[in-house]
């Protein structure tokens, strides 16, 4: 694994301008290259501003994108706490953004659905690598919906599982990529804003090995690029 680089930004708004035009960047680079972009989307809070400014970007090549969430709750459809809402209000609401294809989480029985959605992605992806991953962090160190203690973290073949049971916040079954997925992405960023992420981030920076021990997101160790975005640092 390469080296990470690290970025410090005052302020959320800093971190999510910059990010916006490292995701432009890397857009505009995959489908120069390879004729399309395939990205994985973060949800939580925390990329909002992201997203409202590449729904805005000028001139980006979302036609030949394929947008999948990193990961979603088994929530109703609608449900504001879906990853999908966030997306759906963002992002997806710029008239250039939406002409890109998104692949939504099916509805259905959790682990016949996360099945499903795997499915979908290796059909897209074909033998290779997701182009782009953007991801949060959690206080507890979860990234996507990979939770400290989960037997997803141990998964060796799947792109795409569904949580064993109720995760996060608000409790839900989720479907969510696995580090399989994650890994070998050509591409990685991390967005972490507040002080309890920003801690987990900095032991994770300081010492990736020792922290994978504690936090799940010290397990994300692409075979492409890695950096991390952190705001108020």
Not at 127 to 149: I, R
Not at 181 to 191: D, G, I, Q
Request: charged share 20%.
């Amino acid at each position: 694994m390469n080296a990470p680089e690290v970025f410090r930004f005052p302020d959320l708004e800093a971190a999510s301008a910059a990010l916006a035009g490292r995701v432009a960047g890397c857009l505009r680079r995959a489908v120069a290259e390879r004729g399309r972009c395939v990205l994985a989307l973060a949800g939580g809070g925390t990329p909002r501003r992201t997203y409202e400014l590449l729904a805005a970007w000028p001139d980006l090549p979302w036609e030949a994108a394929h947008l999948f969430p990193g990961d979603e709750r088994f929530l109703p459809p609608g449900d504001p706490r879906r990853n999908q809402a966030l997306l759906e209000a963002t992002l997806l609401a710029g008239a250039g953004p939406a002409r890109a294809a998104f692949h939504a989480l099916p509805a259905g029985e959790p682990a016949a659905a996360a099945a499903t959605w795997e499915s979908g992605l290796r059909a897209v992806l074909g033998a290779e690598p997701l182009d782009l991953v953007l991801l949060g962090l959690g206080q507890d160190g979860h990234t996507a919906s990979l939770f400290p203690g989960s037997p997803l973290l141990e998964e060796r073949e799947r792109l795409a599982a569904a949580t064993p049971g109720p995760a996060g916040n608000p409790p839900a079954v989720r479907a969510t990529l696995t580090l399989p997925a994650l890994n070998a992405a050509r591409e990685v960023l991390f967005l972490a804003a507040g002080a309890d992420k920003l801690a987990v981030a900095e032991a994770i920076l300081a010492d990736a090995g020792a922290a994978a021990q504690r936090y799940p997101a010290a397990r994300v160790r692409p075979a492409g690029r890695l950096a991390w975005f952190l705001a108020g640092a």
